[in-house]
T-cell receptor
Framework: LAKTTQPISMDSYEGQEVNITCSHNNIATNDYITWYQQFPSQGPRFIIQ???TKVTNEVASLFIPADRKSSTLSLPRVSLSDTAVYYC??????????????FGGGTRVLVKP | EAQVTQNPRYLITVTGKKLTVTCSQN?????MSWYRQDPGLGLRQIYY???????DKGDVPEGYKVSRKEKRNFPLILESPSPNQTSLYFC????????????????FGPGTRLTVT
């Protein structure tokens, strides 16, 4: 099964940059890396997706090194409303498993005033 | 507005009474999926569907059924619910395969909180 490893939790303060690293040592060659944000009792919300190097959108940046065995989600200048759980998602490297998707445990980010 | 809808949002039922949770998307997405979320266990995929009449098991399919007769709808069926199926359920959809790559950009519904007593 595809395995992702993220820190369980992180604390930060308003206005700071938050970086969350996800390890995915067995990522398949043609798989994208996707990050989601989830607030309590709501469905996850897509944040950003990338394949290699760097991707940036209005919400976050995603850094992927050349070996693609990890990725880092960067949230610039966080606010209290960024307090949420963040998940990184990659596909299953065992293609016999079909197109099943397995979420990791997520990182709980707490932004303090 | 592009969205995934689920009904009902809340449901309390008793053991053994068959129920269906509906899911519908208006984005013409090919890939649809059901997840359950439990404290400490994160999001676990129950079933997914690559397209009409094509469904497959996720990580926790036991006790659930699905069907995909139309592209927009993907109902989750619990033939004989048990208390261990008490959970928060999410339906999601995405484009599916694009140039041979599976898109992981999923749109999630608002969730259905199910309690089985």
């Amino acid at each position: 099964l595809a395995k992702t490893t993220q820190p369980i939790s992180m604390d930060s303060y308003e206005g700071q940059e938050v970086n969350i690293t996800c390890s995915h040592n067995n990522i398949a060659t043609n798989d994208y890396i996707t990050w989601y944000q989830q607030f309590p009792s709501q469905g996850p919300r897509f944040i950003i997706q990338g394949y290699k190097t760097k991707v940036t959108n209005e919400v976050a940046s995603l850094f992927i090194p050349a070996d693609r065995k990890s990725s880092t989600l960067s949230l610039p200048r966080v606010s209290l409303s960024d307090t949420a759980v963040y998940y990184c998602l990659v596909g299953d490297e065992n293609k016999a498993a079909g197109n099943k998707l397995t979420f990791g445990g997520g990182t709980r980010v707490l932004v303090k005033p | 507005e592009a969205q995934v809808t689920q009904n009902p949002r809340y449901l309390i039922t008793v053991t053994g009474k068959k129920l269906t949770v509906t899911c519908s998307q208006n984005m013409n997405h090919e890939y649809m999926s059901w997840y359950r979320q439990d404290p400490g266990l994160g999001l676990r995929q129950i079933y997914y569907s690559m397209n009409v009449e094509v469904t497959d098991k996720g990580d926790v399919p036991e006790g659930y059924k699905v069907s995909r007769k139309e592209k927009r709808n993907f109902p989750l069926i619990l033939e004989s619910p048990s208390p261990n199926q008490t959970s928060l359920y999410f339906c999601a959809s995405s484009l599916g395969l694009t140039s041979g790559f599976l898109s992981y950009e999923q749109y999630f519904g608002p969730g259905t909180r199910l309690t089985v007593t």
